[in-house]
C-alpha cells in the first residue's frame, strides 16, 4: 500500500479523527474522548504521518476535513462500526441474552429425551439457540467434544477424567422376544433365549463392545444370526419373528405391543451421563445448560 504500514494504525487514532471531524475542533473532541487536547493532536498528526496525507485543516475556525480526510473518514466509521459489532456480539456470549449452545447426542438420547431438555431449556432462555447433532454412537461424540464441534455430549458413563459429567438416567438392557414366544415370567432365561435367533448389534460401535463383554463374563455364547445398527430394525425384526434382540429399554421404544418384554438373566445397565471437556472456559450459555440438567436430575431423584 505505498509504504503505508497497516499494523502501525491505531483503533484511537480512528476514533480520535471521527470525534474531531464530528466536533470539528480539537477542545470539544478532548472533552468528548476525556483525553487532553495533546493527545487529540498527537493523534491526529501521528495518523496523518502514518497515512502520508494531511487529513484535517487547523484554522481559526476549528478543524475541518480536507479531501483525503472525507476518503480515510468513511472507512474509519466502517472500522469502528465493526469494532462495535464485534463487542457486542462478545457480550451476548458473556450474557445470557445470546449465545448458542452445540449439543451432540447419540440416537436414542437425541429422541427420547432431548427434545424435552431443549424445550425445557428454551422457556428459561429463549434468546439462547441450541443446536442438535445426532451421532450413531458414544465414540463419536466424545469425539467431537475433544475436537471442539459441540459444547455438550451426552455419553456413557463412566467415561475419562478428560470430560466433567454428569448422571442423567440409568437404561437397562432388557430382551426381545417375538410374539410367539411362550413366557410366563418376567425375566428370561438363557436357555430360552437361545432358542431364537440373536439379532445382534453391529460389530464397530461401543455397544457391539458392550455386549459382547457381557456374555463373555457371563459364560455365554449366544448364535448370532444377525448383525443390525439400527435399533428400529432390530425392533422390527423381532415384531416379525425373525429372532430375539437385547436392546436397551430406551433404544427400544416405541415397543410394539405383540413383543415380549423380558428382564436379562443377569441385569446390565448403561448410566447416560452429560459431559463436557474438563477444566475449560466455557460460554455461560453452556454453563446454564449444565446447571439446567444438573437440577433436572437432583429433582427426578428427589
Known amino acids: 500500500m505505498n ?13 480520535t479523527l471521527v470525534v ?3 466536533h470539528g475542533n480539537f477542545s470539544e473532541a478532548a472533552l468528548h474522548l476525556e483525553i487532553s487536547q495533546s493527545a487529540v493532536s498527537h493523534a491526529i498528526a501521528t495518523l496523518e504521518e502514518e497515512l502520508g496525507v494531511p487529513l484535517l485543516a487547523r484554522g481559526r475556525h476549528g478543524a475541518n476535513l480536507t479531501p483525503a480526510g472525507e476518503g480515510v473518514i468513511s472507512y474509519a466509521r466502517q472500522v469502528l462500526q465493526l469494532l462495535d459489532g464485534m463487542v457486542e456480539a462478545a457480550n451476548s456470549h458473556r450474557g445470557l441474552k445470546g449465545g448458542q449452545v452445540r449439543v451432540g447426542a447419540y440416537r436414542s438420547v437425541a429422541t427420547h429425551i432431548l427434545p424435552e431438555l431443549v424445550a425445557q431449556f428454551r422457556s428459561c432462555f429463549p434468546d439462547i439457540a441450541v443446536t442438535l447433532i445426532e451421532y450413531l454412537d458414544t465414540l463419536e461424540v466424545e469425539r467431537d467434544l475433544r475436537a471442539g464441534k459441540i459444547d455438550v455430549g451426552f455419553t456413557n458413563l463412566p467415561t475419562s477424567k478428560e470430560f466433567e459429567t454428569c448422571e442423567i438416567l440409568r437404561d437397562e438392557y432388557v430382551a426381545l422376544l417375538p410374539p410367539t414366544a411362550n413366557v410366563t415370567s418376567p425375566q428370561v ?5 437361545a432358542t431364537y435367533p440373536l439379532i445382534f448389534e453391529a460389530s464397530g460401535n461401543d455397544c457391539y463392545v458392550r455386549l459382547r463383554n457381557y456374555l463373555q463374563n457371563c459364560g455365554i455364547s449366544l448364535p448370532i444370526a444377525y448383525e443390525i445398527g439400527e435399533d428400529s430394525t432390530k425392533v422390527r425384526m423381532v415384531a416379525q419373528g425373525l429372532g430375539a434382540t437385547i436392546l436397551f429399554r430406551l433404544a427400544a421404544l416405541p415397543i410394539p405391543p405383540e413383543v415380549k418384554v423380558c428382564q436379562l438373566p443377569v441385569p446390565l445397565e448403561r448410566i447416560v451421563g452429560v459431559a463436557v471437556l474438563a477444566d475449560a472456559l466455557h460460554p455461560p450459555a453452556v454453563y446454564a445448560f449444565m446447571n439446567m440438567l444438573k437440577e433436572t436430575h437432583l429433582a427426578a431423584a428427589s
Open 3 to 15: 509504504g503505508i504500514n497497516q499494523n502501525r494504525i491505531k483503533l484511537s487514532q480512528l476514533r
Open 20 to 22: 474531531v471531524a464530528e
Open 189 to 193: 432365561t438363557w436357555k430360552q433365549l
